[in-house]
């Protein structure tokens, strides 16, 4: 008779509905920071909780660029390559903005 193993670890919703998912379990599934999960709702109820796979690409973003593709393509006299007087002005507009990537959003980010 074959012996399972099960790991079971609790974490806590907050305010805004997230939660941290528990070393053990980043360790069990390889979840790195910014890595995807998925969530899979059995017929009885019970969450499943897996890493996602990450060759998956988002159709709306995919549709885009190949309009964007196609129209450069049709329209090349449209292209311009930006001054330097541009990507001065940019980098002094973002220039003190500080952020982090792994910061809780607040609820007005959202």
Known sequence: MAVTTT???????????QTTIPDS???I??????????Y????????VISRADQT??????????NFLAQDIAKNPQHLQALSSDLVSHVQSLVAEVDFELDAPLFDEDE
Do not use: A, H, M
């Open 7 to 17: 790991t079971s670890s609790e974490s806590t919703l907050t305010d805004r509905y």
């Open 25 to 27: 379990i980043r360790k």
């Open 29 to 38: 599934l390889g979840l790195n920071k910014r890595d995807k999960i998925r």
């Open 40 to 47: 899979t709702v059995q017929s009885n109820g019970e969450v």
């Open 56 to 65: 998956q690409s988002d159709p709306i973003l995919g549709q885009f660029l």
